[in-house]
Each structure stands twice: as structure tokens, then as C-alpha cells.
RNA sequence: GCCGUUGUAGCUCAGCUGGUUUAGAGCGCCAGACUGUGGAUCUGGAUGUCAUGGGUUCAAAUCCCAUCAACGGUACCA
């Protein structure tokens, strides 16, 4: 028997494990900030309830987990945590609205795992649900802001790029094709039409193109058949998507101009300019958030605004490639999704933070100052008639609110201190006889170590090297100590 | 799902168009030089059913077929 993973899953380490818990902390605050309060629900729903229809087949929808309980009820592992809010959301009517959480969770997609992509990860949403007033919307872009400039992000690092479902509607009525038939569903060829143009960044304006016109063969060979689109609509859209300018103001006065004759199309740039408006307001600048015709979000249930992160500052990976991370925040409004339970219009908006690729944005961008650890001492134990002393001053600076650990393993000074090194502990604690007798203890500073080692070639100025470890009597334990952290 | 590439030590890989031996290197790991000190240096050491199954051949890590797995591209992703 093998001990193996099942593919895209991982076992998180403490280094991993404290980052993201430094991570989550940071952009809990910022939500908290803005009166998002905290809730929970089951990984584990009814697969009906979270969105995935089941015909009476044993073989569960595509991309989800799902399986009979023993009572023989299709469940599944949640896909998202919008899907669970907008059940509670329903079966909670007394609840107060708007009605603003945000919730932190593992979610499961049973897809191909890819660089950045798994099958167990974490989402940390804010949603509010009840309100159908813009500022809502435009309070999820300063959330992301705020989120990311907590983290350390500065002005020009990131960019969240708004547009809105109602301007891509307007836009496909323009071109002559009907966005949705006469249930509210989106048609085959309006869906084969936002593909296309989801896939901009990775395929340019030639490639979407195609897509849109009779199809496209890519490199492999593979054909994927397009969207049957007439010159001229293709010629629209490309213009649509053409769209740019200096500020939020010349975007939506060319997006306002070229769906002038559709009332959808209007109603979704005057929403984007209520956002604007508020935005700019508060100085959140078209370096922080910038219309984008470009974004789609998607297909599933966005009816208004959407929005999606990038991060702008550029990134290489451990062996110096370029590396593109996609959305790290992205969302958008659903008024339509709770209406499946109530039977009635419920507004709603929110994001969803990729905790994962974040991490792993600022870890390769070596932002992340976490420590591997969570002790800060380690006491080593040299001699081991001294074990009972050793034990007490563990203790004490436990009672001192200090983390420190005894090394409770086999083997030398040597490595003991490797110990200590590897696991990133700053500080060390000696004592053999020569202390013992003097009633003193040696305290090493493996992290200024760590700096000097760089510099030192030989081993003899390496072992002299001044200031990495000094002697104090036991009594000045604790100041030295938390002297010594403090730096 | 489809197309392609790869599968040799914990990791990264070398091993040319089949035949020098008991299959190599670097990194990492362990031990020692340094007996009370992490790094560096030096010395020594451990580790492989050459992915699996079959075939061709006097001879296969090397060629052929199948399977599995990984990676890349593409599609799908409510």
C-alpha cells in the first residue's frame, strides 16, 4: 500500500498553513471593517438544492462530487459558497436584509487540476444579499481594494476590472443575436459568443475571431466549432471589445454611444456609472478599478455588474517563467438565484476571494514574512543530566508568553541547532556545564546567523563571528530574550 | 473528452542510432574532519523490481505494442 493523494488535492504545512492564516486574518479584518458579519454551512448539501439537476441516472452532473447518502438522496460536496448562501438565505425569511456575510471555506469542483488549480480549495466570499442599489456593488470594489492594499499591495499592483451583463446583452441584441429565449435562458448562441470572447486574453482578438465566425483549429489540431456570427456582427463585437480610453468616464461614453439604441444595453452602463460615481466619491481612481468591456465572468447567473482582480505587478516563478495568475477576487450580482427557492426577486451581490492563488502570487513574489514555526526558542539540551533545568526554563518562558519548545529528539549541538535551522526558530538557548556553573545561558540568534553566513567563507571567522550569540546570567533570561525577538 | 510529450535514486536529470562491466551525475539526506555550536569547505556513506505487462533479439533502461500515471495544449466548468 502506497500512501498517495487523490489528484488536485493537497496536505498543507505549517509554512503553507500560517501564511494563509495570516492571509485570512488581514482580509477578515478589512471585511469586518465594512460590517460583513461571519457564518458556516455544510460542506455537504442536497445536490438539487445547490444547483446541479438530476435526471433519474446514477451518474452525477459533470465537476461536482456527488453521491448517494444512505438514505439513497443524491448529496454533494459544495461547488461554491453562493450556491449555499442563496439556499439560506431562502430558508431563513426572518433573517434581516440586506443581510451582508462573509464566509470562509473549503469548496470541491471535480475538474482537471491544473498550475494553480485544484480540487479542493478555499473560497473567502463576501456577499449582500437584499439590496439592489448599486453602492452595494460598488462597496465589493473597495472591499478588494481595501483587502488588497492590507495585504501589501500597493496603488497600480492590481486592478479591478468592472463591467456589467446588461452592456454584453445590449451588445448581442446589437449584433442580432437574442441573448435569451423566452424561459430566461441564455441561447446556444449567445453562450458560444461570450466564450469567445472570455477567451480574448489567451487567444487575441484573431483567435475570438474565429471563434465567433465558422470555428478554430488550434495548434494540436483540435477544432472547436464557433459561433456562425455574420461579418458584421463579428465586426460589432470586435469593436465592442475594442473599447478602451483613459478614465472610467471616456469607457462609458463609448460603451454608452455604441449600444445607444438598446435599453438593456443603457441600463447596464448607467449602472456602471452609479458605481463610478460613488467609487470616485470615496478616491478609489481608475488605477484601482477600470471599466473593461473585455470581462464576462463566466456565464452562469450574473445579471449586472461583474467584476474580476488581477494582479498587475509582474511575477516569475521558481525557475524564472513568467507566470499569469487569473482572477484573484471575482463576483459579480445575481438577482435571480434565490428566486429558485422563494419564488420571488431577491437582489444580490458579491465576490469571492482565491485564497489559494493569492498565497501562492505572494509567496513566489517572496511576500510572505510568516514563519515555519510557531516556536520562537528552542532550549537545547546538551547535557542530559541537566534535563530537569532545561525543563524549568522551557517553562518559565512559557509562563512568560513566550513560544519555545526543548528538543526532545536524539543527538548532538549540532544538530540540535540544525534543527532549529530548519524549521526557521530564531532563537536558541545553550547551557551546558560552563553555564551551569556560572549560572548563566547562551542565547544564539540563528536568524542573524542566517544573514552573516552569506558573507563568511571561512569556518574560523564563521565560529568567531561576534553578535550572533551572547552569554547572560539565567535571571536576565526573559529580557534578553524578548530583547532579542523584538528585532 | 480530444491531441501531443514524458515516465531512470527523495528532487532535477544524463545514459547517442540496442552489447565495458555490480545503471551514473548534481542537489538533498546521513556520518566524520570540528571532542560545546546552524552556514561554507573537504572526506566517506546509504538509496533504484530503469512506471507496469507483454513482444522482437544471442542480448533491451535503450526497439515495438498495450496499460497506467504525470505534464503541456485544447474543450467543458451550472
Redesign the pocket.
Known amino acids: 500500500m502506497k500512501p498517495r493523494l487523490l489528484?488536485g488535492f493537497r496536505d498543507i504545512f505549517s509554512a503553507e498553513y500560517l501564511a494563509r492564516r495570516w492571509m485570512v486574518e488581514t482580509v477578515r479584518k478589512v471585511y469586518e471593517r465594512y460590517g460583513f458579519v461571519p457564518i458556516e454551512t455544510p460542506a455537504l448539501e442536497y445536490v438539487d438544492v445547490?444547483?446541479?439537476y438530476l435526471p433519474d441516472c446514477d451518474k452525477a452532473?459533470?465537476?461536482?462530487f456527488a453521491f448517494r447518502d444512505s438514505d439513497q438522496s443524491w448529496v454533494a460536496l459544495r461547488?461554491?459558497l453562493t450556491?449555499p448562501l442563496s439556499r439560506l438565505v431562502a430558508q431563513y425569511p426572518n433573517l434581516p436584509h440586506p443581510f451582508r456575510r462573509y464566509q470562509l471555506g473549503l469548496v470541491w469542483?471535480d475538474?482537471?487540476?491544473?498550475?494553480g488549480r485544484f480540487r479542493e480549495f478555499y473560497q473567502f466570499d463576501i456577499d449582500t444579499v437584499g439590496s439592489a442599489s448599486m453602492a452595494a456593488d460598488a462597496e465589493v470594489c473597495m472591499v478588494i481594494c481595501d483587502a488588497l492594499q492590507a495585504l501589501g499591495f500597493a496603488k497600480g499592483e492590481y486592478l479591478v476590472k468592472i463591467n456589467n451583463r446588461k452592456v454584453l446583452n445590449g451588445v448581442l441584441e446589437l449584433a442580432g443575436i437574442p441573448p435569451v429565449d423566452d424561459k430566461g435562458e441564455f441561447t446556444a448562441q449567445a453562450?458560444?459568443t461570450l466564450?469567445a470572447v472570455d477567451?480574448l486574453d489567451?487567444?487575441g482578438f484573431k483567435g475570438v475571431a474565429e471563434?465567433l465566425g465558422p470555428g478554430?483549429r488550434?495548434?494540436?489540431?483540435?477544432f472547436?466549432r464557433g459561433a456562425g456570427l455574420t461579418a458584421e456582427a463579428i465586426a460589432l463585437i470586435e469593436k465592442y471589445l475594442g473599447i478602451s480610453g483613459k478614465g472610467r468616464e471616456e469607457v462609458l461614453r463609448s460603451l454608452a454611444e455604441l449600444v445607444a439604441t438598446s435599453p438593456m444595453g443603457q441600463e447596464g452602463v448607467a449602472e456602471l456609472r452609479e458605481m463610478c460615481e460613488l467609487l470616485s466619491a470615496v478616491g478609489y481612481d481608475s488605477t484601482q478599478v477600470t471599466v473593461d468591456p473585455t470581462v464576462v465572468r463566466?456565464?452562469?447567473?450574473y445579471t449586472g455588474p461583474v467584476f474580476e482582480t488581477v494582479l498587475t505587478v509582474p511575477c516569475r516563478d521558481e525557475h524564472g517563467e513568467p507566470r499569469q495568475f487569473g482572477s484573484i477576487f471575482g463576483g459579480g450580482r445575481y438577482d435571480s438565484l434565490v428566486e429558485r427557492f422563494l419564488g420571488e426577486k431577491m437582489p444580490a451581490t458579491g465576490v469571492s476571494c482565491g485564497l489559494d492563488r493569492l498565497l501562492e502570487a505572494m509567496r513566489l513574489l517572496g511576500r510572505i514574512k510568516t514563519p515555519k514555526a510557531t516556536s520562537q526558542v528552542l532550549i537545547t539540551t546538551?547535557d542530559k543530566s541537566l534535563m530537569a533545568h532545561y525543563q524549568k526554563i522551557t517553562h518559565d518562558l512559557r509562563r512568560a508568553g513566550i513560544a519555545c519548545e526543548m528538543f526532545l529528539g536524539q543527538?548532538?549541538?549540532?544538530?540540535q541547532?540544525?534543527y532549529?535551522?530548519?524549521w526557521d526558530i530564531p532563537l536558541?538557548i545553550?547551557?551546558?556545564?560552563?553555564?551551569m556553573a556560572r549560572q548563566e545561558v547562551?542565547i544564539?540568534?540563528?536568524?542573524?546567523?542566517?544573514e552573516?553566513?552569506?558573507k563568511?567563507?571561512?569556518?574560523e571567522t564563521?565560529?568567531k563571528a561576534e553578535q550572533?550569540?551572547v552569554t547572560v546570567p539565567l535571571s536576565d533570561i526573559f529580557s534578553k530574550v524578548q530583547e532579542m525577538l523584538k528585532i
Open positions: 489528484k445547490i444547483g446541479k452532473e459533470e465537476g461536482i461547488y461554491d450556491a469542483r475538474e482537471k487540476p491544473g498550475l453562450l458560444t466564450r477567451k489567451r487567444l471563434l478554430r488550434d495548434e494540436s489540431g483540435d472547436t463566466g456565464l452562469s447567473y546538551m543527538g548532538n549541538i549540532k544538530k541547532l540544525k532549529a535551522d530548519q536558541a545553550i547551557i551546558g556545564s560552563n553555564e547562551t544564539k540568534d540563528l536568524r542573524k546567523g542566517r552573516l553566513a552569506s563568511i567563507e571561512d569556518r564563521w565560529k550572533i550569540q
